[in-house]
């Protein structure tokens, strides 16, 4: 099939000199410059340009190939992803590597160096965003028809920077000056309600009409997600909030009112300003629920366009669609799709609550019960009065059905009831979803069993089947390939060939590899360049890593204990026999969250004292890396020799960077939580540090009663440790971090840190022995191959989605 001929199109060429031609002709025609003119950035746009043609030549094969087949679709809604930089990944997936490298010194300048331009939308917060991304592109890759929704936030997740070792948050201006890679599509642009009231409509006792109070556009651009050694290129579609042309008032502009003029417009465009605003004030609640309405009210105007281009009858739409929500946020999409069949559709509600309900499928984030979303009702009744209404109505029949089956069991009522009375009346977003939906997965195995057995314990009893796992994947292009090119390249000479980069079990070829000698030479040779590219430190000092956000569940804390004892046993015994250490740390912390600041604050006074300290210092050094994001994860990760994977057990639903540094080599050093878990049962107990209560352990501690003191009045080290930081010894700083440990000390720190120690001493005496790691270091690699999202794809596809991939054909 080819398209262009169809039009008169040419070819795009596939050597040098071709693509050499059409970045000449991208840098004249569409930058409007010429060689001898062109600046970085002109460069850089004009690369984009023509490796986004040779994509959108793709793109426009996929979509010719889904039209004709008229495919069951899934419709991925996420508030974020993260998809990180696009060019490298761009040249990967269309082969145009090394073309463009040969082409771009036509214009002076190297491929790296246009790279470096090359911004990454952060329109993410962590784990969630980016395995959204991860998902896409497994999706391209295993050809499945899918679309991302989005929003397009204008200010990415904020760029973090230390100021005298604290955090400081600046604006992330991602797209200031443009993105390239993005077409805009003003023509699919739909219209969002919000406020007002509803009126009953003459002759139906359940449909109403909404007259809004506030008029929003939308107005989506998308980018190309291609996928790895196929054809298919899907879209991630991003919405982008506007003022309608009503929304700015002339005559007050005339007036010489400006501000007021446009007080509209700006109050509609704040909807898609920034990626979750600060939502402790009642003002930025209410915008984060115009965001999450906004990106659902959008989307599913959108899928239904797309479902009336080839279908005409409602009764296809739950065959053809499948919309998967990640996590809550896009919840309120439950009650919206209800509106639109009932409201303006004019279906009647069971048939609509039938469509509904086998339309959505829901994945759970969390374990964390105050992370689970709800929504004051007053709000929700000013701003979506008509999904109020829905909800209520939703609820009741539901509940009549728990009714049903529990007859009597108030108790039970009030617990799964999607409306909770205690104090102020709040809509759970949690329950709403697994109302509404006919799957519900965990993220990992341990999560989705928690899920099932507390915190939506209530729901599993009714609807068993219903509850599902899926656990987590990263991409192996991205975090294998991209990242760690030397890995690679052994890795695919070690197998044989480059099968593994879209089959990752064929890892497990490197297993007989493990006590080849000259082989496991070649593995360290390549860590040890990889951390000399990454200049944290000393490259032949364990590199041990503590990459995440800012969590006192994740417990950066229970590191930092470890390194104050490093620190005193050293001073202790100064000619003792250590193993030199980089500990290297990168995460943010949201803006608003002072204890995991503090934390932040105390990692970088103790990293100081310890730089000033003679005796210390030849054997430990702290790095706090600035802005963790994905571009950065991309070159730790390959550098790692240690994986920190230590929160407190039952408290991470799974963890993805676990897996992409097990992938690159890296040993973990966990407890039994996430996906830990399953990571140990792959790579085997014997390469893999375990510390620890389990889950249950740790629960039961909780219920029993805990006191922080006594762990402290009985290990000299911890009290050692504790006290030298409540003495000032630090700079005097880390007093709430000390004072919280032992005050309540919410994940039971001070219960894991013996074990965390003596599992720390038991690296230790790993490391020592080169040739046993390495061959730890290579069994991790080999065995990781489960933690390809492509596999994690697979299992939604069969499970949940019961999706067929569609080929699209190549180019004659
Ligand atoms: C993360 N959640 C989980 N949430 O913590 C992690 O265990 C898991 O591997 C990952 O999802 C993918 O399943 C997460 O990243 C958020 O970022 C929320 C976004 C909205 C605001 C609150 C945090």
């Known amino acids: 099939m080819d398209l262009r001929q169809g039009i008169g199109l040419r070819r795009l060429g596939t050597t040098a000199d071709e693509f050499q031609q059409d970045l000449l002709s991208s840098l004249y025609y569409r930058r409007g410059t010429t060689v001898e003119s062109a600046s970085p950035r002109d460069a850089y746009e004009a690369l984009v340009l023509t490796v986004r043609d040779r994509l959108a030549d793709r793109r426009a094969r996929t979509a010719a190939a889904h039209f004709a087949s008229n495919p069951r679709w899934v419709y991925y809604l996420s508030a974020e992803y993260l998809l990180g930089a696009q060019l490298e990944q761009n040249l990967l997936y269309s082969g145009t590597g090394e073309v463009a490298a040969e082409a771009v010194k036509v214009l002076g300048r190297s491929l790296e160096e246009i790279e470096d331009l090359d911004v990454e939308p952060g329109l993410g917060n962590g784990g969630l965003g980016r395995l959204a991304a991860c998902l896409v592109d497994s999706m391209a890759t295993r050809d499945i028809p899918a679309v991302g929704y989005g929003i397009r936030y204008d200010f990415g997740i904020f760029r973090q920077s230390l100021e005298g070792g604290a955090q400081a948050e600046r604006p992330d201006d991602w797209a200031f000056q443009g993105n390239p890679w993005e077409f805009p599509a003003p023509d699919d642009r739909q219209v969002v309600h919000f406020y007002g009231h509803t009126e009953p409509v003459a002759g139906s006792p359940i449909r109403k009409r909404w007259v809004p109070g506030e008029i929003v556009l939308g107005e989506p651009s998308h980018m190309l997600v291609p996928g790895y050694g196929t054809e298919t290129v899907n879209i991630v579609r991003l919405w982008r909030a506007r003022g309608s042309e009503a929304s700015f008032d002339l005559s007050r502009f005339s007036a010489g009112q400006y501000a007021e003029a446009v007080q509209e417009a700006v109050r509609a465009e704040n909807i898609s300003k920034v990626l979750y605003p600060d939502d402790s004030t009642e003002l930025g609640r209410e915008l984060r629920l115009k965001q999450q309405y906004f990106l659902c009210s959008c989307s599913l105007r959108d899928i239904i366009r797309r479902f009336r281009i080839r279908n005409q009858n409602w009764d296809d739409f739950a065959e053809k669609t499948v919309i998967q929500l990640n996590d809550t946020h896009p919840t309120i999409a439950i009650p919206e799709l209800m509106r639109l069949l009932v409201d303006e559709y004019e279906l009647d509600w069971d048939k609509a609550w039938s469509i509904t309900r086998r339309t959505f499928a829901y994945t759970c984030h969390t374990l964390l019960p105050e992370a689970l979303e709800t929504w004051p009702v007053h709000l929700f009744e000013r701003l979506l009065p008509r999904h109020l209404e829905i909800i209520y109505l939703i609820n009741m029949l539901f509940l009549r059905e728990v009714e049903d089956r529990f007859p009597g069991d108030t108790d039970r009522i009030r617990r799964m009831s999607i409306i909770g009375e205690e104090g102020e009346r709040r809509v759970r977003m949690a329950h709403l979803a697994v109302v509404g939906t006919e799957a519900v997965n965990g993220v990992a195995e341990l999560h989705s069993k928690l899920l099932r057995e507390t915190v939506l314990q209530d729901f ?147 990293g100081a004292t310890i730089a000033a300290d003679p005796v210390v210092a030849p054997y430990l050094k702290v790095v706090f890396a600035e802005n963790y994001n994905v571009t950065l994860a991309e070159r730790i990760i390959p550098a790692a020799d240690l994986s920190e994977q230590i929160s407190l057990a039952g408290k991470e639903a799974s963890g993805t960077g676990n897996m992409k540094l097990a992938l690159n080599g890296a040993l973990t050093i966990g407890t039994l939580d996430g996906a830990n878990i399953e990571i140990r049962a792959r790579v085997g107990e014997d390469n893999f540090f375990l510390f620890g209560l389990d889950a249950f352990e740790a629960a039961e501690m909780r219920i029993r009663g805990y006191h922080p003191r006594e762990f402290y009045d009985r290990d000299a080290e911890l009290k050692t440790a504790l006290d030298s930081i409540m003495s000032g010894a630090f700079g005097g700083v880390g007093h709430e971090v000390a004072e919280s440990l032992l005050g309540w000390d919410e994940y039971l720190t001070l219960v894991d840190y013996r074990s965390y120690l003596e599992s720390q001493d038991e690296v230790e005496a790993a490391w020592r022995d080169r040739d046993r790691w390495t061959r730890m270091s290579i069994l991790n690699t080999a065995h990781s191959g489960f933690f390809s999202a492509d596999r994690t794809v697979s299992d939604y596809a069969a499970r949940i989605w019961r999706v067929a991939p569609v080929t699209v054909p190549r180019e004659d």
């Open 460 to 606: 599993a009893d009714l609807w068993p089947a219903k509850f599902q796992n899926v656990t987590n994947g990263v991409s192996p292009r991205r975090f294998v390939k991209l990242a760690n090119p030397r890995l690679s390249d052994l890795i695919t000479e070690g197998i044989g060939d480059d099968g593994w980069l879209t089959d990752l079990d064929k890892l497990a070829g490197l297993e007989r590899l493990a006590g080849d000698a000259s082989f496991a030479e070649r593995w360290r040779a390549v860590k040890r360049a990889n951390k000399i590219d990454l200049a944290a430190g000393d490259p032949d000092a364990l590199t041990d890593v503590m990459i995440k956000r800012f969590h006192e569940y994740k417990r950066q804390q229970l590191k930092l204990l470890h390194v104050i004892t490093m620190y005193h046993r050293i001073r202790a015994n100064p000619t003792g026999d250590w193993v030199p250490r980089v500990v290297l740390f990168a995460g943010k912390a949201a803006p608003a969250y002072h204890a995991a600041k503090s934390i932040i604050r105390l990692i970088n006074a103790v």
